[in-house]
């Protein structure tokens, strides 16, 4: 009879691999602990001597330098970071939404605030946070949509508020340095430097109007730098920053500033009405389908306000002659300036103000057999 072993193990026992590899890995870990004692002390690996290197000098910083430095600190005092917020529902509670954020910087000594109106549009609350770090409440003191302007009120203190000095956009030339200050992504007090690359561009604003005499720069503009200033060598308002072209939407090369001296115009008419009192003559135009489908070059005039100026000055509505034809008005010119459609007539007035005498040269019944052209003097009134 074969003898019966009891109590002993196998090579297959679970137990037995397990202790396998235990050993092994203590023995892995006892050749790779002999190693590194037996590398990190040979000649030449280290040196107890060893201290931080001296630091070379670099003499003195370069002009340019300078006087980039120094208007920084001139100027960003003046620039503020703006977040906003609206209030909305969620899950039945009343909650503070966050909207965007903006740059802006401060106009005057009463507090206001000059930033664009994309911006702060849709948005009901609004928090200014000023160089020191310091954040206060602000309220909206108005806004021009067609423009891409807004003017936000301070909370609190005035004493301790710096206004932007203020430059003039007419004599501008490419080619000149610029520096715009802002809060892209959210970074406060970022300073980009470029140069002007063209004058008089056009951009659209939210609401579809032209806004024309733009800059176009490539001092980097990304977002959340809109509504911060763009300055000459000199630490002087000279634009708005407010627009770039690109397809990916991060800054590309080319950014686009309101001119200072349409900002100039527009502002203090926000501070003193909240709004701005358009320039016109009291009427309305037909759409400029009309006057195309009629191979017409001009706009038509559709209806004019009895108690306006251009009915004073003899300008007539639509209206049909006994033969059924239609008779009206087409405003050709203003000002030497060609009126070819209805944008044309919207930039000319806005470079005017309320007040201003303009010369309008219109065709009477143009489609008639007799088209008569007439020339008036107009004196720009109020349009709400």
């Not at 009192?277 to 759409?287: D, N, V, Y």
Request: aromatic share 6%; net charge neutral.
């Amino acid at each position: 009879m074969s003898p019966r072993f009891t109590g002993g193990t196998t090579a297959t026992d679970p137990g037995l691999r397990i202790l396998v590899r235990i050993l092994l890995l203590l023995v892995l870990a006892l050749l790779l602990m002999q190693y590194y004692y037996s590398t990190r002390n040979q000649p030449g690996t280290i040196d107890p001597n060893a201290q931080p290197r001296r630091i070379t000098e670099r003499g003195d910083l370069a002009t340019d330098e300078k006087a980039t430095i120094q208007l920084f600190q001139q100027s960003s005092g003046s620039v503020v970071y703006i977040t906003t917020s609206s209030i909305g529902r969620m899950n039945f509670n009343l909650m503070e939404i966050p909207r965007g954020t903006g740059s802006g910087f401060i106009w005057d000594n009463q507090g206001h605030v000059v930033t664009n109106f994309h911006v702060i549009e849709g948005a009901s609350r609004f928090k200014v946070t000023l160089a020191d770090q310091t954040t206060r409440r602000a309220v909206i003191v108005g806004v021009a949509p067609d423009r891409d302007l807004a003017v936000l009120k301070l909370d609190g203190s005035l004493s301790d508020l710096k206004k932007i000095n203020l430059g003039t956009s007419n004599d501008l030339m490419v080619g000149q340095k610029v520096l715009a200050i802002g809060n892209p992504f959210g970074f406060d007090q970022t300073l980009t430097t470029g140069v002007i690359s063209a004058l008089g561009r056009e951009i659209k604003s939210r609401t579809g109007q032209r806004i024309e005499g733009v800059i176009q720069t490539d001092a980097a503009i990304n977002p959340g730098n809109s509504g911060g200033p763009l300055l000459d060598s000199a630490g002087r308002l000279i634009g708005v920053n407010t627009a770039i072209f690109s397809p990916s939407g991060a800054f590309s090369g080319i950014g686009f500033a309101i001119p200072v001296d349409e900002v100039n115009r527009v502002i203090p008419e926000i501070i003193k009405h909240g709004r701005i009192f358009r320039p016109g003559f009291g009427i309305s135009i037909l759409p400029d389908s009309v006057a195309r489908d009629l191979e017409l070059e001009g706009v038509i005039v559709h209806q004019v306000d009895p108690n306006s100026v251009a009915s004073s000055a003899g300008i007539k509505p639509l209206r049909r002659a006994d033969s059924g034809a239609p008779l009206f008005d087409l405003i050709v010119d203003i000002d030497g300036t060609p009126i070819t459609a209805t944008n044309d007539l919207h930039s000319v007035l806005y470079k005017h103000s309320v007040g201003d005498e303009v010369t309008i040269q219109l065709v009477r019944n143009p489609k008639s057999e007799q088209p008569e052209k007439q020339t008036l003097q107009i004196r720009l009134q109020a349009i709400e």
